[in-house]
C-alpha cells in the first residue's frame, strides 16, 4: 500500500474488451481492459446490487444484466439507461510495470 494505491492484478491475465474481478481491501471490484488502458470500478451494480462480473462490455460501457443499467467503465456514469444519480463507483487505475493499480483510498 501506498497512499492509498493498492496493486490489484497482473494486467496480462484481461484480455483486451473484457474485464476481471478482484476483491482488495474489503472492496468487490472489476478491472477493465478497453481500448484506452485499464479502469476499476465496484463490482456491484448501484441498482440493486447485482455483482456485474459476467456482465459484458461494449466498448467502454458495461450492461448489468439484471435490469439494463448501463455505466461508462471509465467514470462510472450511468449512460442511456439508469438513475444518472446512481453512478458506479470508479477508482483512479494506473499500470505499474505488469500490475494494475487503484487508488481505493
Ligand atoms: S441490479 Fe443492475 S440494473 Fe438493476
Redesign the pocket.
Same mark, same amino acid.
Given at each position: 500500500m501506498n497512499d492509498g494505491w493498492v496493486e490489484l492484478i497482473d494486467a496480462t491475465e484481461i484480455p483486451l474488451g473484457d474485464h476481471r474481478f478482484v476483491e482488495a481491501e474489503g472492496l468487490r471490484l472489476l478491472v477493465h481492459h478497453i481500448a484506452e488502458g485499464y479502469f476499476v470500478t465496484a463490482s456491484t451494480?448501484p /441498482?440493486?446490487?447485482?455483482e456485474?462480473d459476467r456482465c459484458a462490455l461494449t466498448g467502454h460501457v458495461i450492461t448489468?444484466t439484471? /435490469?439494463?443499467?448501463k455505466f461508462d467503465v471509465r467514470t462510472g456514469a450511468v449512460v442511456a439507461v439508469?438513475d444518472e444519480d446512481s453512478p458506479l463507483p470508479s477508482y483512479r487505475a494506473e499500470v505499474r510495470g505488469a500490475r494494475v493499480w487503484a487508488k481505493l483510498f
Open positions: 451494480c /441498482h440493486q446490487e447485482f456485474m448489468c439484471e /435490469h439494463g443499467w439508469g
